[in-house]
């Protein structure tokens, strides 16, 4: 089972940016589905961003635009930019990666500051 570790959260001002890594614990070139996850207090967990091997991406509609999905395959490492930050976008990030089942990370906590 791939570990994999998330880094990079914190608190920022609103319109501000953060850049979350995910730290895979095996090479993720062969990982076909990766993705950013977050839970709000209250609210159930939803997909941000997802990344598939032959490099296909996509976004909720809520980020699309001001978030940016990408690998980093000689680092092992996914990646969320964020950008344009809202306090709506204050949650626990949580990386995810299907290898026969669902692996995720411990997630990170963003806090954006209106």
């Known amino acids: 089972q791939v570990q994999l570790v998330e880094s990079g959260g914190g608190l920022v001002q609103a319109g501000g940016s953060l850049r979350l890594s995910c730290a895979a614990s095996e090479n993720i070139f062969s990982i076909n589905y990766m993705g950013w996850y977050r839970q709000a207090p209250g609210k159930q967990r939803e997909l941000v961003a997802y990344?598939?091997?032959?490099?296909?991406?996509n976004y909720a509609d809520s980020v699309r635009g001001r978030f940016t999905i990408s690998r980093d395959n000689a680092k092992n490492t996914l990646y969320l930019q964020m950008n344009s930050l809202k306090p709506e976008d204050t949650a626990v990030y949580y990386c995810?990666?299907?290898?026969?089942?669902?692996?995720w990370g411990q997630g990170t906590q963003v806090t954006v500051s209106s």
């Open positions: 990344s598939t091997r032959g490099g296909n991406t």
């Open positions: 995810n990666a299907f290898v026969s089942k669902d692996c």
